[in-house]
């Protein structure tokens, strides 16, 4: 049980009580005692004076020492509370009434006496007591004749051993185990509240735990949010519930992006071998037959080997840099240099570029870009790659007379690029991939030598710009990727 937090609070709390019951019960007491002590010695004050002018055996001023032990005697018979002692002006013990053996001094300290003689002393006093070596009872005590040069004290100790005796046996009655049984009572009354009061205070501290198990059980994988999401913390076990919250979010985020990306490092390897081999074997087969049978080829063919063994090897390099290009955006290490840009401009510059393409290609190569510079704030380098990207696919996937148009429109947050083809279409089961990975070499109709991650490359561009990228097609009918990025009022 100590090994939890509520278990520890336990213990701590009937610790406590136990010490302050403890305390307060010692201290009870004490009080107690003293309070006795003090009415006892107020009540009885002048019972000495009473007793040296009332009780004392006088003859010509001087005691009658013979008749001393059976006064005394007779006086503890009727009040047997006290013990009357005679004590001489030195505080020497002179005369009492006890068997030989019970009183062991034979002096009574004078400090105290005086003490309680002053008009104004404060009770209670306590005086030596002769039956105890280090005992200090309450007493009264009087002057025996002149008070300011007496010849003796008469010292009466109110609370002899018949009191003290009295009083042990009081200890065990009833009274007194009720008390006990009270203070005992309250104690456990006050241990049950603390512990129901603790359980309360520790109840999302134990769900918390609970939470952290459960979470752990399931590999860090699954969490359910233990902190209240309004408001500001209550008090540190709500800010810990949030650290924890917030820790396991992003530790789950981190777990489900590994994964991701340790799937996407699989398929890219599979990929990569995939189409590596290809234009590494085509590359391999010419040169070995340029090797082999060099002596035999004609110069014409000698040239269409050598010129086939540059298109791999082009096509090799074309694929190992859009992979590098790729995995760089992806990483997040590509750095951006961005400017404040005019997308119009952008735009007319890629068109030109394409131009004697689509002339050769017989195609008619439109743009339409609206009054306005349509300004933007990126990358030139990186968006220029992206009106690339579009432009070259919308033209490879158009045949003779057909149309390809770029279009640009502004509005009041955004400027959105369209490029729009008259060419083959994409089937509807192929749409939701054509921003994979390698997927234009799955299409049959595509005779290139491209890689396919052209439009992976252009997602990822544009979502580092804060844009979306949307496809819409018709088999037969044509293509239209439509871009949105931020205008300069409200870019990145």
């Keep these: 049980m100590l090994r939890t937090l509520y278990g520890r609070l336990a213990a701590a709390l009937l610790v406590i009580l136990i010490m302050v019951g403890g305390l307060f019960f010692g201290a009870g007491l004490a009080s107690v005692r003293h309070f006795l002590d003090e009415v006892h010695q107020k009540l009885n004050r002048d019972l000495a004076e009473h007793l040296v002018a009332d009780s004392l055996p006088?003859?010509?001023?001087?005691?009658?020492?013979?008749?001393?032990?059976?006064?005394?005697?007779?006086?503890?018979?009727?009040?047997?509370?006290?013990?009357?002692?005679?004590?001489?002006?030195?505080?020497?013990?002179?005369?009492?009434?006890?068997?030989?053996?019970?009183?062991?001094?034979?002096?009574?300290?004078?400090?105290?006496?005086?003490?309680?003689?002053?008009?104004?002393?404060?009770?209670?006093?306590?005086?030596?007591?002769?039956?105890?070596?280090?005992?200090?009872?309450?007493?009264?005590?009087?002057?025996?004749?002149?008070?300011?040069?007496?010849?003796?004290?008469?010292?009466?100790?109110?609370?002899?051993?018949?009191?003290?005796?009295?009083?042990?046996?009081?200890?065990?009655?009833?009274?007194?185990?009720?008390?006990?049984?009270?203070?005992?009572?309250?104690?456990?009354?006050?241990?049950?509240?603390?512990?129901?009061?603790?359980?309360?205070?520790?109840?999302?501290?134990?769900?918390?735990?609970?939470?952290?198990?459960?979470?752990?059980?399931?590999?860090?994988?699954?969490?359910?949010?233990?902190?209240?999401?309004?408001?500001?913390?209550?008090?540190?076990?709500?800010?810990?519930?949030?650290?924890?919250?917030?820790?396991?979010?992003?530790?789950?985020?981190?777990?489900?992006?590994?994964?991701?990306?340790?799937?996407?490092?699989?398929?890219?390897?599979?990929?990569?071998?995939?189409?590596?081999?290809?234009?590494?074997?085509?590359?391999?087969?010419?040169?070995?037959?340029?090797?082999?049978?060099?002596?035999?080829l004609s110069l014409e063919e000698r040239q269409r080997y050598l010129g086939g063994a540059i298109r791999q090897a082009d096509r090799l390099n074309r694929l190992v840099a859009d992979l590098f290009e790729l995995a760089q955006l992806e990483s997040g290490t590509q750095e951006m240099e961005v400017e404040s840009l005019a997308l119009a401009e952008l735009a007319q510059d890629a068109v030109q570029q394409f131009r004697l393409l689509a002339d050769e290609r017989g195609v008619e190569l439109e743009l339409k870009v609206p009054g306005g510079p349509a300004m933007i704030e990126g990358d030139m380098g990186l968006l220029a790659r992206v009106l690339d990207n579009l432009l070259d696919n919308g033209l490879r996937h158009t045949s003779d007379g057909g149309h390809v148009t770029l279009g640009l429109r502004e509005r009041p947050q955004w400027v959105s690029v369209e490029v729009s083809d008259t060419g083959s279409g994409i089937a509807p089961e192929d749409l939701p991939h054509v921003f994979d990975r390698f997927f234009a070499t799955k299409q049959p109709d595509l005779q290139s030598d491209h890689a396919g991650l052209g439009l992976a490359i252009t997602k990822r561009i544009v979502e580092l710009h804060g844009g979306t990228i949307e496809v819409a097609s018709q088999p037969g009918e044509g293509t239209t990727f439509s871009v949105t990025l931020p205008a300069s009022n409200s870019a990145m």
């Design 58 to 296: 006088m003859e010509n001023g001087e005691i009658r020492h013979e008749e001393l032990e059976h006064i005394f005697h007779v006086l503890m018979v009727i009040n047997p509370s006290i013990e009357v002692y005679l004590l001489d002006p030195t505080g020497q013990i002179l005369a009492f009434s006890a068997p030989k053996g019970i009183v062991v001094r034979d002096r009574v300290e004078l400090d105290p006496i005086q003490e309680f003689l002053e008009v104004d002393s404060r009770l209670p006093i306590l005086g030596d007591d002769p039956r105890n070596p280090t005992g200090s009872k309450v007493f009264s005590a009087a002057p025996i004749g002149s008070p300011t040069d007496p010849d003796g004290f008469l010292y009466v100790v109110l609370a002899g051993q018949q009191w003290d005796s009295a009083v042990a046996m009081l200890q065990g009655s009833y009274m007194l185990r009720l008390g006990a049984a009270a203070v005992i009572t309250g104690l456990v009354v006050a241990l049950m509240v603390g512990l129901l009061a603790f359980a309360w205070i520790t109840r999302r501290a134990r769900r918390l735990e609970r939470a952290m198990a459960r979470f752990h059980d399931s590999e860090f994988r699954e969490h359910q949010s233990v902190s209240p999401r309004e408001g500001p913390p209550k008090d540190e076990i709500d800010r810990l519930a949030r650290s924890f919250d917030a820790m396991a979010e992003r530790l789950v985020a981190q777990l489900d992006e590994i994964e991701r990306t340790d799937q996407l490092r699989r398929e890219l390897v599979a990929n990569i071998s995939h189409d590596l081999r290809t234009p590494l074997t085509s590359l391999r087969g010419f040169l070995e037959t340029l090797a082999l049978k060099q002596p035999d």
